[in-house]
């Protein structure tokens, strides 16, 4: 073989001897098992028909594979095989087979089916280039997760994923993975409907794992308090009241929630599932029309049929001064219905599947239906996506309280 100006290499242009063939055959086996089994046959069959196509076993699995995939035309795998015994450079056989140069350099290890197709600019292939897997055993989750991520989200995201291939836990499809980060990332550019106008924080390239993560599921709880709540008013449980001129509302809507996490700096849109179950209610302690505090009001935990005040916030999670305390344990008082049997929703409250077709429906328009993302916004399947990047979240090692 020889390098190319391109800094690849060309195959072979002289012909090779038996005893040179024999003698490098044993290598050449170890790289045979390497490739995906459906293809294996094919791929070896192939590979016996000359030494300039065994040479791509080596040089460019990617290309043989692709030669020895059946749903790929008998003119251009002859054409290319033609080229390939003619001595073309690498480029040119790449080319012909509609792949990207780059990706000579993954080994057999990483292909499996169907090569994925990735965006063509120069800036893409210079870039993708530079964050090839360093280790050989992730480098199929690595293509997987980089054509997905490109396809759900776009060249830069892809990026971002590529140096991130440990983050895709084992046994979890890479789709599965990585949708509530791509519906995410793909709300800062292009916004998935309506819901881009709940992002807190805007994905973007130079964003951290952690940071990245977090504000992902931060994001995902607000689409799911918008999903469950949208049109309706919670029970509150207890009646609004003012104690020692300090006021306590019911926050029994989606739109007195998300103002009043904004306002307060905290993080009441975050409590779609609690809310939803049963398990607790909120409330915004008010002095005339300064909201100074917020309360959750949950059940007793050794008394689960008594409701008792579980948290009690200034701004920014500040600790309540002891007056906000004395006030809301009058207010407390006051009620005349402290016992509690909540019970838990287990199917999606009729009517909320139109809010979530209407949440995401341009980024479905402009990522091809977005197949990989729910149809229906059922209770199992908001805890899959819960779930899906919670476990992300464990595999990458990061901790915060979103994950719990």
Known sequence: MTTDKDGGYAIARSGESRSATERKAPGLESHLRRFDPDFRRRVRAMSRSSERVADLVKVFPAAIHRLADPDLSQHRRANALAAVNRGVPLKAVAELLELPVWLRRLPPDAFRGDIPSFPASTDFSRRIATRLPRRRRVSRTW???????????????????????????????????????????????????????????????????????????????????????????????????????????????????LLEAQLMNNCVDQYATPLCTDRCRLFSVRRDSTRIATVEVAR?????????????????????????WQAAYGWLAQQDQLMSAPSLYSTLPRGQSRVWTNLFSTYRNRRGGAPWWPTSPSMQALSALDSELKQVAREASVVSWLFR
């Not at 409701?307 to 309540?320: D, E, R, W, Y």
């Open 143 to 257: 293509l997987e997760a980089t054509a997905f991520a490109v396809q759900a989200a776009g060249e830069d995201f892809a990026l971002w994923v590529a140096e991130r291939p440990e983050i895709i836990p084992a046994g979890l499809p890479v789709q599965n993975a990585l949708r509530v980060l791509a519906l995410y990332a793909a709300a800062h550019r292009d916004g998935p409907g309506e819901a881009s106008r709940l992002l807190g924080a805007r994905w973007r390239p130079e964003l951290g794992t952690d940071r990245a993560l977090c504000a992902a599921m931060s994001w995902f709880n607000r689409v799911r308090l918008v999903t469950l709540l949208k049109g309706r008013r919670l029970d509150p449980w207890l009646r609004p009241a003012t104690v020692n001129g300090i006021r306590f509302e019911p926050l029994t809507t989606v739109e007195e929630l």
């Open 300 to 324: 007793h935990p050794k008394e689960p049929a008594v409701l008792t005040i579980t948290q009690l916030k200034g701004p920014s999670n500040v600790p309540a001064p002891v007056t906000i």
